[in-house]
C-alpha cells in the first residue's frame, strides 16, 4: 500500500511564502512524474507544476516566476516553494505521483494522491 502525506500549508499574507512538501511511503519500487494541484472553492482542480524523475519541469502560466518544484528522489518527497502569494493562490493543495509498485512479482503503475494540505493568502 502507497500513501502520500502532505505537509506545510498554513495562512500568509500576500507576498509571504509558503514550502509544501510530500512523502511517499509504502511499497515502492519507483516514481515518475510528481506534480502538485490545487483547487480553490467552486473551481476545479487544476495542474500547478509537475517534475520528471528526471528533474524536468512545467508549471501552470499563472505560477510561473513565483513557485519552484523539486524533488529528492532519495527521500521519495516533492517540494513546492510558492514565492510572492496572492489571494487568487488560496485553495487546497493536492499531491499526486504515478508510481510502481511491485505486487506479487508484478509491476503496476498507478496514479496517487495526498488527503491536501490548505492554503490561504489573505490580502
Known amino acids: 500500500q502507497v500513501e502520500l502525506k502532505e505537509s506545510g500549508g498554513g495562512l500568509v499574507q500576500a507576498e509571504g511564502s509558503l514550502r509544501l512538501s510530500c512523502a511517499a511511503s509504502g511499497s515502492i519500487f519507483s516514481i515518475n512524474d510528481m506534480a502538485w494541484y490545487r483547487q480553490a472553492p467552486g473551481k476545479q482542480r487544476e495542474l500547478v507544476a509537475v517534475?520528471?524523475?528526471?528533474?524536468?519541469?512545467n508549471y501552470a502560466d499563472s505560477v510561473k516566476g513565483r513557485f519552484t518544484i523539486s524533488r529528492d528522489n532519495a527521500k521519495n518527497t516533492v517540494y513546492l516553494q510558492m514565492n510572492n502569494l496572492k489571494p487568487g493562490d488560496t485553495g487546497v493543495y493536492y499531491c499526486?505521483?504515478?508510481?510502481?509498485?511491485?505486487?506479487?512479482?508484478?509491476?503496476?503503475?498507478?496514479?496517487?494522491w495526498g488527503q491536501g494540505t490548505q492554503v490561504t493568502v489573505s490580502s
Open positions: 517534475i520528471s524523475k528526471g528533474g524536468s519541469t
Open positions: 499526486n505521483a504515478r508510481i510502481t509498485e511491485i505486487t506479487k512479482g508484478y509491476y503496476t503503475s498507478n496514479p496517487y
